[in-house]
């Protein structure tokens, strides 16, 4: 039970990752995935580590700052394992995170292809939000397919869970709108 109990607090503090076979690992100015970082002013070299294990060699490992690549790995052919470290710019306010995939399916992970990520590392510049108006009309043109689809499918319990759901995704829009 304590092990499950420590699982959960970690899995809350956001020291998680998604994956179907690779294990990562990621640390960010001494912060771990789930943490966060703040800097007064941008950063010109911040020390990062990349660490990893995998059943399976990948084609691609990277470390992705506000969903650009500002590092990759793998330059020779596929990796199976590897510990990299390095420094990096932090500019702008946003997220940190380390990826790794194949460009097809490899045995014996039985998927379309091979991949991993990690959580974030959150990272907070002179107390700014991180703001991306090209994401957020992204999530809103989204959202208008959602709602549309919403507004089409048949079998509600009744007219309050119909409009309740609508209002929802609604709500939801509003706020990307708001963002752009």
């Known amino acids: ?25 990621l640390t960010l100015g001494g912060a771990q995935i789930g943490d966060e970082l703040k800097f007064e002013a941008a950063q010109s070299g911040v020390k990062f580590s990349v660490r990893l294990r995998s059943i399976v060699a990948v084609d691609h490992l990277e470390l992705v700052c506000n969903g650009r690549v500002v590092r990759s790995f793998v330059a020779r052919g596929p990796i199976d394992h590897g510990d990299f470290s390095g420094n990096i710019a932090l500019k702008d306010s946003g997220w940190c995170i380390a990826r790794a995939s194949s460009d097809g399916a490899r045995y014996p992970v039985l998927d379309n292809y091979v991949y991993a990520t990690t959580s974030p590392v959150y990272v907070s510049i002179a107390g700014k939000v991180p703001r991306s108006p090209e994401d957020a009309r992204y999530f809103a043109a989204w959202l208008d397919r959602t709602t549309e689809a919403t507004a089409a499918y048949p079998d509600w319990n009744n007219d309050a869970e119909k409009r309740s759901v609508l209002e929802r995704l609604w709500q939801a829009k509003a706020v990307f709108v708001g963002l752009e």
């Open 1 to 25: 039970e304590i092990q499950e109990t420590q699982w959960l607090a970690a899995l809350k503090a956001g020291r998680s990752f998604a994956t179907n076979g690779p294990l990562l690992g």
